[in-house]
């Protein structure tokens, strides 16, 4: 047997298709998908073991037989695999199979009498046949039937918009393109060669692909893993038995037992380089095969290490939401989290919801009580057929609609539900299937378990930080007691005190009371001696001026009567003029007399308007020019404007006795919380000292009446140039 490219080819597709028809087998042949699908494998182990013994030249028939067992499986294949497509398409056209069939028996009868292929030898590992008249038949059949393949495979995927579906006919498109591009190389020079049968073996590893990554067939992941893990034995077994080979062709002179010693030693290296090479090659299987999976595995590993250690809630679901998009390439998913005062699964954690933050399900939704009552996860599609789910409201299913959930998984922790994790589509838009399924659930649970104990650490750090302000508050509660027995102690010490001190002040208020009743009484002898001394002076004054100028005014009238008697005309009218004078001055003396009294004007308009009153009724009818001048508006205290106006009105008293001014000028202003009083005039003036040591022109009311204010009184004169009196009060 001569070892080669056409040897290992034919080889490793049996070999594949052989461990296919056994993971087939293994299943229920009860399924109409299966039972076409291992008539087509076994047309494919048949044409490759066939091509396998063409080319390895075991001496065990002729290459003639072999090649008509080839043709046996190659144009029995298309056949079968239209029957498998037909299964696979839930379609029920078997005339054609059976036509199909029917034709496959008819070239196989024409082939064992020759006219498909004469005769048929290897020459320098190369195949040449000699063809028959009806060589066309088997080419046309074989065109014609995975032509139909193609086309049904091709409606099929139009027809529907499941994304695994349609993946499972992509990928047996696949293998009806390399199937038809396998055969057309027989019409090339590639005829000599089995490069149809490379092509079947390419095909053996798209539909193993298939089997793994969008469950064709439904095969189980233990079997798929187990087939895959048997191809780097299988490498390393035909490694070994070519090594061997090259081995034993290198080294025909060497004698029997140093074959046999050569022999060990190849076997000890394989056996300790197949180990590694073994070890490496099923690693790079689970990464290239089984990448998800592999992910999902470094995944749940790092998560079981973490997870232990992050016993903050918030943390800890962000952590595994993060790992989670990023591994599994899911678009988007969520933690809902049932609070224990509602019962109500709010939203903990998400990532690329773009909800507002407000997502949740209520105790009684029916998602949650199906969840409650199932240990499995729950597809958006099956809420469309479960009955559960028709009572859901219509602005919750429209939620679930903006959610664009796949899967909800629950979480469950002693024997509860107390969250689920919500799951949206792949990224690649693929459905997830039983693995995605198995890790998420894996996942469900280290997560709920993880959960419970961050709430369990939560609850614990709750009750101590609730021990410790007990603690605390026992605490402050001992210290305020104390605090307060303290503080009562000092309250009665200065209760005691404050009583002492009320004592010692009733005391000093009533010393104070019996002398402010002192105090009232001599002001009420004062006052009552001012009383008897202004009556006294209103009657002086009235004596010695009005009733003296009335007396003259009686004589003068009496002297004119008697001149108008005596015919004295002129004389009675000199005495008429003095009297008019005399009356006037009499009524200037009674004006004054009367202003000095407290004017009306004073209790009803205040201080501005009656000292204005007083200048324009006294000083101006007296042919005296006057000038008043206020700032202020706003009245002052009543006391304090009626001692206020008692100043003005005996300054002005004393301008118009004893000045002989022709203009006097009061001004009257407010500034920085005071009042400023001032009277001035151009008359002849005085001698200030001589007016205090006398204390005469009324210099001494005037100065009582500001000390009772708590003023200041300053009166300026120069004898001939007149006489000013400035006073100055606070307001209080």
């Known amino acids: 047997m001569i070892v080669g490219v056409s040897v290992l080819i034919p080889l490793i597709a049996l070999i594949w298709y052989g461990a296919l028809l056994l993971i087939v087998l293994r299943r229920d042949l009860g399924n109409r998908v299966h039972r076409f699908f291992s008539l087509y494998l076994l047309c494919m182990i048949i044409w490759s073991f066939a091509a396998f013994m063409i080319f390895a030249n075991l001496g065990i028939k002729d290459t003639l037989f072999w090649n008509r067992l080839m043709l046996l499986g190659s144009l029995g294949m298309p056949v079968a695999f239209y029957g498998f497509v037909q299964a696979f398409l839930n379609k029920r056209r078997m005339l054609w199979f059976w036509l199909g069939c029917l034709s496959y028996g008819i070239v196989q009868i024409a082939n064992e009498q020759g006219h498909v292929i004469r005769e048929a030898h290897v020459e320098n590992g190369l195949l040449y046949n000699q063809y028959g008249s009806a060589v066309a038949i088997p080419s046309i059949l074989w065109a014609v039937f995975v032509g139909a393949s193609a086309l049904d495979l091709t409606r099929g995927y139009r027809a529907t918009n499941d994304v695994l579906y349609r993946n499972r006919v992509r990928y047996v498109l696949i293998v009806v393109m390399l199937l038809f591009i396998g055969g057309l190389t027989n019409v090339t020079v590639l005829v000599s060669y089995p490069a149809d049968i490379a092509f079947n073996a390419f095909c053996a590893l798209i539909i193993t692909y298939a089997m793994l990554r969008y469950q064709l067939l439904d095969i189980t992941v233990v079997v798929r893993k187990g087939l895959l893990y048997s191809i780097p034995t299988i490498i390393i077994g035909t490694g070994y038995f070519l ?409 002005l008293n004393n301008v118009m006795k004893h000045s002989q001014a022709q203009k006097v000028v009061m001004s009257l202003r407010s500034e920085d919380g005071k009042v400023y009083l001032e009277v001035s005039d151009d008359g002849k003036g005085f001698d200030p000292t001589d007016a205090w040591e006398t204390r005469g022109l009324g210099l001494r009311g005037m100065q009582e009446r500001v000390a009772r204010l708590g003023g200041v009184l300053k009166i300026d004169s120069v004898p001939g140039k007149g006489t000013s009196v400035r006073v100055e009060v606070g307001v209080p």
């Open 243 to 651: 090594l061997i080979s090259l081995a034993t062709s290198l080294l025909r002179a060497f004698a029997g037992p140093q074959i046999f010693l050569l022999s060990v030693t190849v076997a000890i290296i394989a056996a300790v380089v197949a180990q590694p090479v073994r070890a490496v090659s099923q690693l790079w299987i689970d990464r290239l095969f089984f990448r998800e999976k592999y992910d999902s595995a470094l995944m749940l590993r790092a998560l079981s290490q973490t997870a232990a250690s992050v016993l903050d809630l918030n943390s800890l679901t962000k952590m595994i939401l993060d790992e989670v998009t990023a591994m599994v390439h899911i678009e988007r998913a969520a933690f809902l989290l049932r609070e224990e005062t509602s019962g109500d699964f709010v939203l903990a954690a998400q990532r690329g919801l773009g909800t507002d933050g407000h997502l949740s399900l209520t105790s009684d939704h029916p998602i949650v009580d199906w969840l409650s009552n199932h240990n499995e996860a729950l597809y958006r599609q099956h809420m469309d057929v479960i009955p559960q789910f028709r009572g859901v409201w219509i602005k919750e299913r429209e939620e679930l609609e903006k959610l664009r959930a796949e899967l909800f998984i629950p979480l469950r922790a002693k024997g509860g539900l107390v969250g689920i994790f919500v799951v949206g589509p792949k990224l690649s838009e693929e459905a997830y299937s039983q693995d995605d399924e198995l890790t998420l659930t894996t996942l469900a649970n280290h997560t709920a378990m993880a959960i419970e104990n961050a709430r369990l650490y939560e609850v614990a750090q709750q009750e101590l930080a609730e021990r410790r302000r007990a603690e605390e508050a026992l605490r402050k509660a001992h210290d305020e007691l104390e605090g307060r027995v303290q503080e009562r102690t000092s309250e009665l010490a200065r209760v005691n005190e404050a009583l002492r001190k009320e004592i010692a002040e009733r005391k000093r208020a009533e010393e104070a009371l019996l002398a402010l009743n002192r105090q009232l009484a001599e002001a009420h002898a004062r006052l009552l001696e001012a009383s008897h001394v202004e009556r006294q002076r209103l009657a002086r004054e009235l004596h010695d001026s009005v009733a003296q100028m009335l007396y003259a005014v009686t004589l003068l009238a009496e002297a004119a009567r008697r001149q108008l008697a005596s015919g004295m005309e002129m004389e009675v009218g000199r005495g008429l003029q003095e009297v008019r004078d005399m009356a006037r001055r009499a009524l200037h003396e009674m004006r004054l007399i009367i202003f000095q009294l407290r004017p009306s004007v004073l209790e009803e308009e205040g201080l501005v308007a009656a000292l204005r009153s007083r200048l324009e009724s006294v000083e101006a009818r007296a042919a005296m020019e006057t000038e008043f001048r206020a700032d202020m508006y706003a009245r002052l205290p009543v006391a304090m404007e009626v001692e206020l106006y008692g100043i003005a009105q005996e300054a």
